[in-house]
């Protein structure tokens, strides 16, 4: 590149993003003209204003950010044709780019995603590579187009999926993958030594909106799915069913929990309560409860939970909200 910088502006907002930025402000190869987020949002029980994921890290990390209600308004497209970028580096941001935006920067827009298009576009692509039981999955650096997650790709990088491995900590391994590999990409793209290829729109696959409702707990699925469910809906929405006490139903979220073998019953029934924990029979076998969260109240273990509730062998538990009987 002669020395010359690649002048960048970077839109993120998810978990995902700091990783990716922090790689890119130690590369003295880019310059970030700026970095830009969505605004703060309402989070909690007292809906407390809050940034987002990026900019609590730009925060803590003592760096400029912009609150930005939508990158397409014309104050905001002028803004960027003053900074005039040679590129728009896309992570995690959770905006749709209208087509004048990804064609102002001389470079284009670059997004780094979350899955070996053109699998899992969309929304939720490590949540759904764990739900699906993935044994592999990557990041993808592509060039924007009008269309979700469809342009053509740069380059992509693989990665295993651990066994046990929950989604947050997919992510952040995912971040650090990208975060090692998009300064080499962004001069090559810079250099014109790097061409972009057309995706194979006949195997594209979507991963949908994750929601709250989508974290009830059916008994009656296998133990291995639902291990896999535990462990792509944490921390959020959880994983949850119904516990009766007093007549009463409390919701209790699973932390923690794997598929166990050997065993088999009712659906929802306890089997077993030991110092491991609480197995409940599903479909097919059974599921060891390790920690869970009560309505409530904190994380804890399950056989703390069983001693509180005074919970017994041969008990039933009942599905989620929303899900007809066990």
């Known amino acids: 590149m002669n020395g010359k910088t690649v002048k960048t502006v970077f839109l993120g907002s998810g978990a995902f993003a700091p990783p990716v930025l922090e790689a890119m402000l130690q590369d003295g190869s880019l310059e970030i003209a700026e970095i830009a987020t969505q605004v703060d949002k309402p989070a909690g029980r007292k809906g407390i204003l809050t940034p987002t994921p990026l900019g609590q890290w730009c925060q803590t990390a003592g760096k400029a950010f912009e609150r930005v209600q939508s990158v397409n308004s014309e104050d905001y497209l002028d803004h960027l044709r003053e900074l005039a970028p040679d590129l728009i580096v896309v992570v995690s941001f959770g905006q749709i780019l209208k087509e004048e935006l990804l064609n102002l920067p001389r470079l284009g827009c670059l997004n780094v995603h979350a899955s070996l298009l053109p699998a899992y576009r969309g929304a939720s692509p490590i949540v759904s590579a764990i739900l699906n039981g993935e044994t592999r999955t990557g990041v993808t650096f592509m060039r924007m187009d009008k269309g979700l997650d469809t342009g053509p790709v740069y380059q992509q990088f693989e990665m295993e999926i651990g066994g046990r491995i929950t989604a947050p900590e997919l992510e952040l391994e995912l971040a650090r993958l990208a975060g090692r590999h998009i300064g080499e990409c962004i001069r090559q793209l810079s250099e014109g030594s790097l061409t972009a290829q057309e995706q194979d729109h006949a195997r594209a696959t ?100 069983a001693n509180g509730f005074r919970l017994e062998r041969g008990m039933v538990f009942l599905n989620g909200p929303g899900i007809s009987a066990n």
Request: hydrophobic fraction near 40%.
């Open 206 to 305: 979507l991963s949908r909106k994750i929601r709250k409702t989508h974290a009830a707990l059916d008994w009656n699925s296998s133990p291995e799915s639902l291990e896999r469910k535990i462990r792509a809906f944490f921390p959020w929405p959880s994983v949850i069913f119904t516990c009766m006490r007093a007549d009463r139903p409390v919701l209790v979220k699973i932390s923690s929990g794997r598929a166990a073998a050997g065993v088999s019953g009712q659906p929802g029934q306890i089997l077993s309560i030991t110092s491991e924990g609480i197995t409940v029979a599903c479909a097919q076998g059974a599921l060891l409860l390790e920690k869970v969260i009560p309505e409530g109240k904190k994380e804890m273990r399950a056989t703390d939970f």
